[in-house]
Antibody
Framework: QVQLVQSGAEVKKPGASVKVSCKASGYPFNSYIITWVRQAPGQGLEWMGWINTYNGNTNYAQKFQGRVTMTTDTSTNTAYMELRSLRSDDTAVYFC????????????????WGQGTLVTVSS | SSDLSQDPAVSVALGQTVRITCQGDSLRSFYANWYQQKPEQAPVVVIYGKNNRPSGIPDRFSGSRSGNTASLTITGAQAEDEGDYYCHSRDSSGNHLNWVFGGGTKLTVL
């Protein structure tokens, strides 16, 4: 069965970086994009960007450009999201999700999600 | 503010019908996908595209679109439908590779 298993919770100081992993199994890794979504405590979902696991192309939300890098390791079917220059308002649960491409009007549907990784930024 | 606007909260009596809406300019050109999220859980897609339900989603969930508004309708709401609902589509930049979520609607089943 399709599974996305994320790395464990992290506590970071302001200004530091964090790298969250997302290990996929149960499907051909290179055939689906991976997207990253975060959720601050008590807040809604915020889309961060996606990576094409086939060719490594990325597209980041403007808010995160210059501060986020998404990569993959196809030898281990693992996706990574690194966020730099952390601030207290980066405290959130970070989710990875698999994106399945449908028609152009529908776009990508995020059909399987990881369990989430809590990143806490505190001095 | 989000490119997709949702009412923060909606309530419905058990067994009645409720509509959750999502407004945004991009919805004139693209469909919205809808996700349900329960506390401490990852989101689950309940409707995608024109009106498609993934396997395992009850047929009381349906979707529609008119103008700049997408709607998720639950016909005969059940207690287990309580949760937060998010619409998801392209943002208003004109770049179809950019995505955005609505602010979310908290559904209470009375």
């Amino acid at each position: 069965q399709v599974q996305l298993v994320q790395s464990g919770a992290e506590v970071k100081k302001p200004g530091a970086s964090v790298k969250v992993s997302c290990k996929a199994s149960g499907y051909p890794f290179n055939s689906y994009i991976i997207t990253w979504v975060r959720q601050a405590p008590g807040q809604g979902l915020e889309w961060m960007g996606w990576i094409n696991t086939y060719n490594g192309n990325t597209n980041y939300a403007q808010k995160f450009q210059g501060r986020v890098t998404m990569t993959t390791d196809t030898s281990t079917n693992t996706a990574y999201m690194e966020l730099r220059s952390l601030r207290s308002d980066d405290t959130a649960v970070y989710f990875c999700a698999r994106g399945t491409n449908h028609d152009i009007l529908t776009g990508y549907v995020f059909d399987y999600w990881g369990q989430g990784t809590l990143v806490t930024v505190s001095s | 503010s989000s490119d997709l606007s949702q009412d923060p909260a909606v309530s419905v009596a058990l067994g009645q019908t409720v509509r959750i809406t999502c407004q945004g300019d991009s919805l004139r050109s693209f469909y919205a996908n809808w996700y349900q999220q329960k506390p401490e859980q990852a989101p689950v897609v309940v409707i995608y595209g024109k009106n498609n339900r993934p396997s395992g989603i009850p047929d009381r969930f349906s979707g529609s679109r008119s103008g700049n508004t997408a709607s998720l309708t639950i016909t005969g709401a059940q207690a287990e439908d309580e949760g937060d609902y998010y619409c998801h589509s392209r943002d208003s930049s004109g770049n179809h590779l950019n995505w955005v979520f609505g602010g979310g609607t908290k559904l209470t089943v009375l």
